[in-house]
């Protein structure tokens, strides 16, 4: 599976890159991108991550 970020959503906040870190990585764009698959070492952070984002622009497809 991979989590995607949609850019247009994206508000800058980390929260995502706070959750995930080997997932998520901030941009030089202020936006956050998923730079990595879904792991089943990762799968519980990059759902808190889902979950946490304020403006749900976080997705996760197989």
């Known amino acids: 599976m991979r989590a995607y970020v949609e850019k247009d959503s994206c508000i800058g906040c980390g929260v995502c890159e706070a959750c995930a870190p080997d997932v998520f990585e901030m941009q030089s764009d202020g936006k956050a991108e998923a ?26 497809e197989e």
């Open 35 to 60: 730079v990595a698959d879904t792991t089943d070492e990762n799968k519980d952070a990059v759902q808190e991550a889902i979950d946490s984002c304020p403006a749900s622009a976080i997705r996760e």
